[in-house]
């Protein structure tokens, strides 16, 4: 077998590259912080992962053209909500533009003063521990400082669609057999 490697890849199509990308379920996050004087700022991201046990490390990605991270940034702290399938509208809230985003979200202030949102599967609470400029994103890392579990499933985003597991077909035990 030939393997042809060449130093400048051919030009990806935009819309190619989503619809591959979108055949992949990502997870539902509202990155969240609350300004010195208690205003609560967040935006949605369906990038949130761990990235390390020891320490333990989260990461996500933010466009550049966000106009909610620089303020987020500067906080230097922020809440991971993993919103829960409830939560959709939690979801069209945040990814709103202007500075109402929380008009409608029900939160309290989290054990690092950040906004904790009601009725979210899970809570990440981080300290920005580093940003790297890759392409047209930021790549965050931050360190987790506490975790708390909450009721429900995650919300998922796939092929243009919210929902959870039940979305999408479960394998058969046929299909989930992996053949070398």
Known sequence: ?????????????AGQFREAFGTLPTGVTAITGLTADGTPRGLIVGTFQSLSLDPPLATFCVDKSSSTWPTLRSLGRFTANILSTEQLS????????????????????SVIGTPRIAGSAAWVHCEVLSEVVA??????????????????DALLFRGGKFGDFNLWPTP???ERKVSA
């Not at 393997?3 to 199509?13: L, M, S």
């Not at 809230?93 to 309290?108: E, M, N, Q, T």
């Not at 047209?136 to 429900?152: K, N, P, S, T």
């Open 90 to 109: 939690v979801c069209r809230a945040l990814s709103r533009k202007g500075d109402d985003k929380f008009r409608d979200v029900d939160f309290a202030e």
């Open 135 to 152: 392409g047209d994103h930021f790549v965050i890392v931050g360190a987790i400082h506490a975790l708390e579990i909450g009721a429900g």
């Open 172 to 174: 058969s035990s046929s």
């Open 1 to 13: 077998m030939t393997v042809i490697v060449t130093t400048e890849p051919e030009p990806i199509d």
